[in-house]
């Protein structure tokens, strides 16, 4: 155990270790202005925007909710409890965070509490040997404490550095809830859609099996050839057949859904439900917190703090480390007098200073790869901001486009309906012939499936905006 008269000499040593290392250097660099690229101060897309502050931490909410669906909900609740990649994701979490608290290890003193029992036997034909040829026993209780100076900033660099990769560990789990949840959405409505696509081609079914009965009661009746009953008959079981291949494309995007779950497909069905409505509007003030939650941009930015921290980490090899040490116990060959004050033992070092003077250029190859890693990071960060801004171009591109190509393809299959209407009157009066009433349907059914995809799209273009704002509006 320490002795209580080691108290003055632990002051004596570590006072003025403290003094020097609060008034220490730090040799890492400011981190640089060109670490971002320059941002427009809005988007080409109308609208009120501006040039967004970073603010991954702001609140966000569930986004999903903004779409006003239950099974979508309940479904994103399920992907977050059981789904493996972000189960992947959060242990990297709490691996990064540990690292983080080991690098802040060398900001306290090292302590190791020594007990050991000897007994030995020294020659006795040994040249000046004191008690030569004796049996003794030695028993040591010491504690030893080492403490390095942090002159230079190492090992604070090197805590910096640990915290930022944590917080980009975290950055990358948001990263990662958002990917995967976006994903599940952009499946779920691509699910609805097929579903959508397989009630109207179903309906067109069940139109053209009347038209194929009229038909063949016509035919018997002589008012029409034998070719239209065949041209219906032909055209029935094409719509047959397309509806078929949308339930495999269904069921593929059902697969998909389970295994964002973390499930077998098996253990999945999701009852068919079309798509009605519309997405949620888009606020008119959306970008005014652009980019401000992207967890994304975040990690990039502390990955590159990190490694800023790291070339001061380099930089400090170039210096002299300090390390001291005291240490304080007791060292007897009796047990009766292992508290006795006459066995109580002390020492101060290693006190060293080690300075690196020749290393093969190690030092510094350390600190230019140091340099290249941090110019490497700064690229990434610059990179994922642009692709940022080119994502939310996109979606705001995309979902204008899609409202006015909507509202288009409506107008069209109201004109549809409308001919297909007039064609069928006037073949049952007899003035054309089936091609024009075939001609209409399939023109009808082409329109309404244009429609429908153009609604799905709607969806899917709103959910990629969701996401390439970081997670709503």
Avoid at 241 to 253: K, M, Q
Wanted: net charge positive; charged share 25%.
């Amino acid at each position: 155990m320490l002795s209580m008269t080691s108290t003055p000499l632990l002051r004596l040593i570590f006072l003025p270790a403290a003094a020097i290392l609060l008034s220490g250097c730090d040799l890492a660099p400011r981190p640089g202005e060109r670490a971002a690229p320059p941002l427009p101060q809005d988007f080409q897309t109308h609208g009120p925007w501006r040039t967004a502050r970073p603010a991954d931490a702001a609140e966000r909410g569930d986004w999903w909710h903004l779409f006003r669906d239950s099974r979508l909900s309940a479904l994103m609740q399920e992907a977050e409890q059981h789904s493996p990649t972000l189960e992947i994701t959060r242990q990297r979490v709490l691996e990064a965070r540990a690292l983080a608290r080991a690098d802040r290890a060398g900001f306290f003193p090292n302590a190791t509490l020594r007990h050991s029992a000897q007994r030995d036997r020294a020659t006795g034909s040994m040249q000046f040997q004191f008690a030569g040829g004796r049996t003794r026993n030695t028993l040591l209780n010491v504690l030893d404490l080492q403490y390095e100076i942090d002159f230079w900033g190492r090992v604070r660099n090197q805590a910096r550095a640990g915290a930022a990769r944590g917080d980009a560990a975290e950055a990358d789990l948001q990263n990662a809830r958002l990917g995967l949840l976006s994903e599940l959405a952009m499946n779920y409505y691509a699910l609805r859609l097929q579903d959508a696509q397989l009630a109207l081609l179903r309906r067109t079914v069940s139109v053209r099996q009347r038209t194929v009965e009229l038909a063949r009661k016509r035919f018997a009746q002589g008012d029409v050839a034998q070719v239209d009953v065949a041209q219906a008959e032909t055209d029935l079981a094409e719509t047959q057949a397309e509806a078929i291949g949308l339930e495999r494309d269904r069921a593929e995007l059902e697969h998909a859904i389970a295994l964002l779950l973390g499930k077998v497909p098996g253990e999945l069905t999701l009852p068919a439900l079309p798509l009605t409505g519309q997405p949620p509007a888009l606020p008119r003030a959306l970008p005014s917190t652009l980019l401000e939650r992207r967890p994304d941009i975040a990690a990039a930015e502390r990955e590159m703090a990190a490694l800023n921290a790291e070339i001061g980490v380099a930089r400090a090899a170039y210096f002299p480390s300090i390390t001291l040490g005291v240490r304080g116990g007791t060292q007897t060959s009796f047990y009766e007098l292992m508290d006795n004050r006459s066995s109580h033992v002390w020492g101060l070092g290693p006190a060293a200073v080690e300075w690196p003077l020749l290393r093969g250029g190690r030092v510094r190859a350390g600190y230019v790869a140091a340099k290249a890693r941090y110019e490497q990071g700064t690229a990434r960060y610059r990179q994922t901001v642009l692709n940022a801004m080119r994502e939310v171009e996109d979606a705001l591109s995309g979902l204008e486009v899609l409202r006015r190509q909507s509202a288009a393809q409506d107008a069209t299959v109201a004109a549809a309906a409308r001919a297909l209407e007039l064609s069928q009157k006037r073949y049952e009066s007899g003035l054309v012939a089936y091609f024009e009433v075939l001609d209409a349907q399939r023109t009808l059914l082409r329109a309404e499936r244009e429609a429908t995809r153009l609604q799905g799209q709607l969806y899917l273009a709103t959910v990629m905006l969701v996401k390439a704002l970081g997670g709503g509006w």
